[in-house]
């Protein structure tokens, strides 16, 4: 993350993770690193479950599948809290690909913001408190 000219990385060293906020159209993301025994798993929730209306749950749940199967090195995923945008590597990854997937976390969520919220007609909010 040295060579990726980020700004405002912070550091859990007891839970082996770093952070970092990004501003996506008004918005604030964190994306998080942990870094385990065997591999490296970076993450952004961009959705609180509770936030989105029951009615619009299944389109946009089928819409992060769509995105899945048409978008490279894009996984959006969920957990009983809300829908994430992640990627895992193994930690012997080499720094171009370490970035490359850093990365398609940072497009997953501009992606997830500007092009699925309005499909359903969700209105984004900041997570960077709930994570």
Do not use: R
Request: include cysteine.
């Amino acid at each position: 993350m040295k060579n990726m000219d980020l700004k405002g990385i912070t550091k859990d060293e007891e839970k082996s993770m770093l952070f970092v906020n990004f501003k996506i159209n008004d918005k604030f993301f964190l994306v998080q690193t942990l870094v385990s025994k065997e591999w490296i798993n970076i993450k952004a929730l961009v959705a609180l479950l509770k936030d989105i209306p029951k009615a619009a749950k299944e389109d946009l749940f089928y819409n992060c599948l769509v995105a899945n199967f048409n978008l490279h090195e894009v996984t959006y995923s969920a957990d009983e809290n809300g829908i994430w945008v992640e990627a895992d590597m193994p930690v012997d990854t080499n720094e171009s690909n370490f970035k490359v997937e850093f990365q398609s976390v940072v497009f997953g969520m501009k992606y997830f913001i500007e092009q699925i919220a309005p499909k359903v007609k969700f209105d984004i909010k900041d997570t960077t408190m709930f994570t």
